[in-house]
């Protein structure tokens, strides 16, 4: 499969005129890199300044969802309007700030039918010795797919960030090993199975996030995770395209 990688800008930077330089730099760097589905997600400002391409998909870092007056809110048909191909949900800094599962579960709702795709993240604040942890992301999963037909799968990619090693921002923080990883993939997709068959199921691409960056990415790879959603490193041109670059190449060798 190919591998997806995404950059997630969060709120970053500030002032227009470096977003409009970063994106120029990454549009440069993903030429050429192959095997790779590469997205960034801007803040909103700015992403009728800085357009998707075939090499760089355009993405949402949130949306909102419902009819109806909403202060500060953006539509569903604001980002189809402005192309956006990719929607972030249920990140856990959405989630600290009041989302619930049932709002994530509207989200995922709306973007599947605006024809876009759902970045689904989940994630566990900390790991017990239980297990409790496993039932969190479960619920966390099954309740933003409730409505999801194994048709719409096809729409659907899950980025598993446990929130205790996601970084305050320079990409550094407490990264998961290779085996966390690659025991919630597996976990995920056991998930997904019951509920869509085998098939299905593991067409659905299982992203890792927390901390990645150019130095620990090969490592990570071996989680065999499907590709990252990358936070601080996204916003270093170089690190984010050296982390393209290792991703593309485990692909093409593996
Ligand atoms: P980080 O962020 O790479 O800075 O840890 C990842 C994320 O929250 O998406």
Not at 139 to 155: G, I, K, M, P, W
Request: glycine share 10%.
């Amino acid at each position: 499969m190919k591998k997806i990688v995404i950059g997630n800008w969060k709120m970053n930077p500030h002032k227009t005129k470096d977003a409009i330089k970063l994106h120029a730099a990454l549009s440069k760097g993903v030429k050429g890199i192959k095997q790779v589905t590469t997205v960034f997600t801007p803040p909103y400002p700015y992403l009728p300044l800085v357009k998707g391409s075939a090499s760089l998909a355009l993405g949402a870092q949130n949306v909102d969802v419902g009819s109806g007056p909403l202060t500060g809110g953006v539509s569903l048909a604001m980002l189809t309007d402005l192309k956006v191909t990719y929607v972030i949900v249920g990140h856990s800094e959405r989630r600290a700030r009041g989302e619930t599962d049932a709002h994530t579960r509207e989200k995922v709702n709306g973007i599947i039918a605006s024809k876009m795709n759902v970045v689904l993240c989940v994630g566990e604040k900390e790991r017990d010795h239980g297990g409790k942890y496993l039932g969190e992301v479960e619920s966390q999963l099954t309740t933003a797919l409730t409505d999801v037909s194994r048709s719409q799968l096809a729409n659907i990619i899950i980025a598993y960030e446990p929130v205790w090693a996601i970084s305050k921002g320079d990409g550094k923080g407490q990264t998961a090993t290779p085996e966390h990883a690659h025991e919630m993939k597996l976990f995920i997709q056991k998930i997904l199975v019951g509920k869509y068959g085998r098939a299905a199921a593991l067409r659905v691409p299982v992203l890792y996030g927390g901390s990645v960056n150019k130095e620990n990415v090969s490592e990570l790879l071996r989680g065999e995770v499907d590709g990252f959603l990358v936070g601080g490193a996204s916003l270093i041109p170089d690190a984010f395209i050296s982390i393209l670059k290792t991703t593309s190449a485990y692909a093409r060798n593996s």
